[in-house]
């Protein structure tokens, strides 16, 4: 099945901008709808944005008009351009499947900080 590396994190001030990717092991990912989920200490992990193999595209509440999700399918990639950051988007950012599953099936994530 698919495996999912993320990276692009990092320390960055408010305002600034990261780009993140998500780079899938197989070549199945062109029929997974694909997600970017985040988590802070103490909260629940949450949808930041989706992407179905269609190119319908859906975001969090939080991050509509700062936040952008593409696919490159030829390169097994999803990405995530994060415009205008703000200390409440510091969080660990995950890649999975969308839905996502049920299982613990999540890896290390990067870690994004905004802070000045």
């Known amino acids: 099945q698919v495996q999912l590396v993320e990276s692009g994190g990092g320390l960055v001030q408010p305002g600034g901008s990261l780009r993140l990717s998500c780079a899938a092991s197989?070549?199945?990912?062109?029929?997974?709808?694909m997600g970017w989920y985040r988590q802070a200490p103490g909260k629940q992990r949450e949808l930041v944005a989706a992407i179905t193999s269609g190119g319908r595209i859906n975001y969090g509440d939080s991050v509509k008009g700062r936040f952008t999700i593409s696919r490159d399918d030829a390169k097994n990639t999803v990405y995530l351009q994060m415009n205008s950051l703000k200390p409440e988007d510091t969080a660990v950012y995950y890649c999975n499947v969308y839905p996502p599953p049920l299982s613990d099936s999540w890896g290390q994530g990067t870690q994004v900080t905004v802070s000045s």
């Open positions: 197989g070549s199945i990912f062109s029929f997974y709808a």
